[in-house]
Structures are given as C-alpha cells and as structure tokens.
C-alpha cells in the first residue's frame, strides 16, 4: 500500500478516536445535589434523577422527598433536592401516634405539623436537630379545665399533661386519703373537669345501754297482781367502735370495727303475788266498794296512775290518803286498810271524792 494511502487512513483513525472523546466529554453534566438542605456539586452522565441519586448511594424511602421526581430527566446545570423522612413517636395530650417529617430541627417539625402556637410545652428543645432514625416528641397544648377543690369551683388554663401535674402546677396537696374525679396520671383534655374529694377516716367509738332484764320470781303469800321489787335493775353499757369516713365535711361510710361490753347489766328481780284475793264483798253500809274499786283501780291494790298522783284500789292522793289518817303510800298499804280509808273519806265528802266512778257504790 502506497505510503500517502496509510497516511491518510492512519489520520482517519485518529480523526474518529477525537471525535468520539469529545463527545464523551460533552454528555458529562454538573448538577447540584442537595441532601437534607446540604448542597454540594456533582457531576454525572447519567439521564434521570433516580440514576443520579443511584449514583451517589443515595437510597430513597417512601416519605421521602425527592424534587424533580426520580424519573424525570437532568441537564446540566439542573438541581436536585432530597428531603429525607424522619420518624416521629408523637404523644400529644396523652395520645400517642407515628408520623413522619422533612424537618430538620424540632422547630421545623412542630410547623409542619400545624403546631404553631407559641405556649405548647414540649418534650425537646425547639432547636434540637432532628436525626435520621427519628425521636420520641411529646406537645402540651392549653386546656381550659375547671377545676372544683374545698368547695370551690375555677376554670384554669392550664399546659399541664396530667391530673398530677395540674394539681402540682395550682399548689393543691392532697392528703393520703383524699381522692380525685381523674386518674393523677391521666391526661387532662379540653373542658375536662377535675374534682378533689377531701376525704377523712377515723375511728370513733360510740357507747350504747344495755337494756336490763326483768326476772319475776312467784310469792305465794302476796295476792294476785302485786309485785314487789327486790332488786332494782341497772342498764349495761357498751362501747362500738366505727371506722367513719367523711367526704368533703359529710358522713359517707360507716363500718363496725368492733364491740366490746363495759359494764354487765344487772337484773331487776320482782316477786309477782299468786295467792288468790278474796272477792270484796258489799260492806254493811250497803256500799259496792268492789265496784268502785274495779272501775279506779281493776281492783289492783298497788295500782298507780300514769302520772304517779293518785294510788291504790281508790286511787287516793298522798294528801287525802293522810287527810283520812293514812300514812306513806296508799298503794303499800292492804286492801282492807284502803278500803277502811275509803269509807272513812264517803262518810266526811261523799262519793264526789270519786266524780267518774263514785256512782259504782251504788250499784
């Protein structure tokens, strides 16, 4: 082959290598890459934004943000932006959830969430830089609760998380046995009301009688009807004690702790007369004295009216049975004394001394 031939085709050669790298050269394109709001220049020959970020070991997740989308194709010059998704175990007000944020910082986080007042309490510094794994983050906001302690009734508005912490935050001490409406852990809420119950125990001992017993022992030598008492009766007495307690100033509960007897009761003893009384007879003045008797007295010899005034078979008083000539009471005396004293009484007054049943004699 002629020297100028190979020349020329050596030339060719060299034309096409050139050509060929310089349009390697030009399909290379510089982009700026910005990861998490750090950007920094790359250059690249890949075609779309996914094969860029490929490139780069850059592995997106669902919540991420990826701009343009990671399809769409790059040109020199173009800017690529990726906002990685943290996680967030967000507790507001006590209830608990997951979201995921593009924020950096806490500050970020809480407007992007729509948590933009100024007075929320939260769990981190506003400041704190949010990291790629995520973070626990607890918000406060303000309730209006109202709050009734010691009789006492005020709407608070309050950041407090919890029943505790409001009580804490209003400088309310509650006692070991007081209680509340809310658990003290449980998260207060909007209009929710809380109410402290003073509550007081103690033990309170209360003494009570013991009712004395009669027992009555048969007298064959006093006549039916008549008792006498031999013994008089004393009360016991016993002592039971209570725990009570009382919730804001009234009695709610009352249990019986134990009873325990002080002093014995004593028995009063009566003799109760069988021997059978003689029927009175009509006296010899021609009277029915037994008449008169029954309808004072039931011809009970010892009977007493309930007032104590008037005694007796013919129900005397103390000062007409001496006017007559009797002496102590009228009711201790026999039956036949009384009746001596009656007719003692007819002969100077008449049967008027007896206004309801002084016409008995007559009968």
Not at 81 to 89: E, F, I, T
Not at 167 to 178: M, P, R
Request: hydrophobic share 40%; glycine share 8%; aromatic share 4%.
């Amino acid at each position: 082959m002629p020297r100028s031939l190979k020349l020329a085709l050596f030339a060719l050669v060299l034309l096409g290598l050139a050509g060929g790298s310089l349009a390697y050269f030009a399909a290379q394109k510089s982009l700026t890459l910005t990861v998490d709001g750090q950007a920094r220049e790359v250059s690249t020959y890949a075609d779309t934004v996914g094969e860029v970020l490929e490139e780069e070991g850059l592995r997106t997740e669902a919540h991420d943000v990826v701009l343009p989308d990671a399809a769409a194709g790059v040109a020199d010059g173009d800017t690529v932006v990726v906002n990685r998704a943290r996680p967030l175990q967000l507790t507001v007000d006590g209830v608990e959830s997951e979201v995921y944020v593009t924020a950096l910082s806490v500050d970020e986080a809480l407007e992007q969430l729509g948590y933009r007042a100024e007075d929320l309490v939260v769990s981190a510094s506003r400041s704190e830089r949010l990291p790629l794994d995520g973070m626990a983050l607890s918000i406060t906001t303000p309730k209006d609760v109202t709050l009734v302690v010691d009789g006492q009734q005020r709407a608070v508005t309050t950041t407090a998380a919890t029943a505790a912490d409001l009580l804490a935050e209003q400088g309310i001490t509650l006692a070991e046995t007081d209680r509340t409406s809310l658990y003290p852990e449980q998260a207060l809420l909007h209009r929710m009301v809380l109410q402290v119950f003073r509550v007081q125990v103690d033990e309170v001992v209360v003494t009570t009688p013991i009712p004395h017993g009669t027992v009555e022992t048969p007298n064959p030598e006093a006549f039916t009807g008549e008792k006498t008492v031999t013994q008089e009766g004393v009360d016991g007495e016993q002592a039971t004690t209570y725990r009570v307690t009382v919730t804001d100033g009234v009695e709610t509960a009352r249990e019986q702790l134990a009873t325990t007897v002080t002093r014995e009761p004593v028995d009063e003893l009566v003799t109760v007369g069988t021997k059978e009384r003689p029927a009175p007879a009509v006296t010899a003045d021609g009277l029915n004295w037994a008449a008169l008797a029954q309808c004072e007295s039931g011809g009970r010899p010892n009977a007493v009216s309930s007032t104590g005034t008037y005694r007796g078979l013919y129900q005397f008083s103390r000062g007409t049975w001496a006017s007559v000539g009797g002496t102590g009471d009228p009711a201790a005396a026999s039956a036949e004394e009384q009746t001596m004293r009656a007719q003692m009484l007819y002969a100077r007054s008449g049967a008027g001394q007896w206004p309801h049943c002084g016409s008995r004699l007559f009968s």
